[in-house]
């Protein structure tokens, strides 16, 4: 039975924690927009899904859509389950799409690809479970 | 080959590690090169349409608004090029290195022209993807494979 060699070890581990930073950086980033830096251009993204700028402000909901992809930006570096890392894989399109949508160049979803392709890559990486409860597990 | 039915962990003794037998076939390599290839060609139409946000990108390196105005279109090309190129004919491991080391230029960049350090954060993938493909597809021990 081959034997991996031990530089093939190294380079899967390198090319794991790459790829973990970059899903961790799109996300972390791009909830800063909202929770931190307030982007006047989210209530754009909400009013497509019908959110009113008023409902919006209301409840304060960028703040909390801008946390929670921070919160999971940082749970993925370190807890990159599966089922994790196809959620985030989807959100990332979904939440792209909305700038077209809202009103942006379609150019600006276009070049975040590598933002939406990185979660689903390290899925792949990582390997794609066959068992229900591996989706679940590190 | 290692695929997406098991974990690393589990295939990690069983499957020989061939230079370049993790990426240069399937899914990986295709993920991998549509979202670099992507990834050009959505900022180089920027560049080619042009774009005022980027004058203080310019200004960081001391060059005035007249000129980034006319280099814009002439980067955008490149950027489009080098997309173009690494999608549908081949992603050379130069290219990738290319494409690895402009991202981090571009996204350092704006954090240096005075926007929020969260714009570089947001941008991670932009070289981190690039340097993937480039390891999945394994440094060049040639000219001849830096080409290839």
């Known amino acids: 039975m081959a034997t991996e060699q031990p530089v093939a070890s190294i380079r899967r581990t390198q ?11 799109a996300l972390v980033g791009h909830g800063a927009y ?4 307030a982007r006047a251009s989210w209530f754009g993204y909400f009013a497509v899904l019908g959110f009113s700028q008023s409902t919006v402000e209301s409840t304060g909901l960028v703040r909390i859509i801008g ?8 749970i993925v570096l370190v807890f990159p389950a599966p089922a994790l890392l196809l959620f985030l894989a989807a959100w990332k399109v979904f939440s792209e799409l909305l700038r077209p949508f809202a009103g942006e ?6 070049e975040r690809a590598s933002n939406m392709v990185a979660p689903l890559a390290l899925l792949y990486v990582r390997g794609w479970p066959v068992f229900i409860a591996k989706w679940f597990e590190t | ?10 295939t990690a003794s069983l499957v020989p590690m061939r230079r370049g037998a993790f990426g240069d ?8 090169r549509v979202a670099c290839a992507a990834e050009f060609v959505g900022h180089g139409a920027f560049g080619i349409i042009t774009k005022a946000a980027w004058v203080p990108y310019f200004g960081v390196l001391g060059i005035p608004p007249e000129l980034a105005w006319k280099l814009m279109p002439v980067i955008g090309t490149i950027d489009i090029t080098v997309g173009l190129f690494v999608g549908f004919v081949r992603p050379a491991r130069v290219l990738l290195l290319y494409m690895a080391v402009w991202g981090l230029v571009t996204a350092t960049i704006r954090p240096l022209s005075g926007e929020s350090i969260w ?6 993938p932009n070289w981190a993807i690039p340097l993937a493909f480039l390891s999945v597809r394994g440094f060049g021990r040639s000219r001849r494979e830096w080409l290839a």
């Open chain 1, 67 to 74: 946390g929670a992809e921070i919160a999971l930006g940082v």
């Open chain 1, 105 to 110: 160049p379609f150019w600006e979803f276009v």
């Open chain 1, 15 to 25: 090319l794991d924690w790459l790829l973990r930073f970059a899903v961790a950086g």
């Open chain 2, 119 to 124: 714009e570089f954060v947001e941008r991670v």
């Open chain 2, 1 to 10: 080959m290692v695929g997406p039915v098991a974990s690393p962990r589990e």
């Open chain 2, 25 to 32: 076939a399937g899914p990986l390599h295709w993920m991998l």
């Open chain 1, 34 to 37: 909202g929770a931190v830096l």
